[in-house]
């Protein structure tokens, strides 16, 4: 039986899940529940209200650490960052500018999973400028 490759960290298993979203040109992230996950959409409820991401404009995700099932072994296609750098630290310079830093621990075919001291760290690669491998 040949496992589907994952496309996402942030799919389904997250609904219910508290995470805080930062979101390019936002001053401060949204904080909320995940309500619906969807490939190219994240649904929020914030405040009792609901609110639509979409995934292009995320710069990333904090969640708990453990949330990171595992790692990810799938294919990814013709990229340099696989899974043979499951452990290493790394230093992501974001679109925006800012770093985060932290371990990886996850890949999917559009996100990079590390545990930073802010916690678990879901990064869209269309976010990420470069990222330095320590």
């Known amino acids: 039986?040949?496992?589907?490759?994952?496309?996402?960290?942030?799919?389904?298993r997250f609904e219910g899940?508290?995470?805080?979203?930062?979101?390019?040109g936002a001053r401060e992230p949204l904080e909320g529940v995940v309500d619906?996950?969807?490939?190219?959409?994240v649904g929020l409820r914030v405040e009792g209200k609901a609110v639509i991401l979409f995934r292009h404009a995320i710069l990333y995700i904090v969640t708990e650490p453990m949330e990171f099932h595992g790692y990810s072994i799938e294919e990814l296609g013709e990229t340099i960052l696989t899974a043979d750098f499951i452990g290493s630290e790394l230093e992501v310079h974001l679109v925006n500018g800012d770093v985060v830093k932290g371990k990886l621990t996850k890949l999917s075919r559009y996100e990079v999973g590390i545990v930073s001291n802010e916690g678990g760290l879901v990064i869209p690669k269309v976010s990420i400028s470069y990222v330095v491998v320590s």
Request: aromatic letters at 8%.
């Open 36 to 41: 619906e996950v969807a490939k190219y959409e």
């Open 1 to 12: 039986m040949e496992l589907p490759i994952r496309e996402n960290i942030l799919d389904t």
């Open 17 to 24: 899940k508290s995470i805080k979203v930062y979101i390019q």
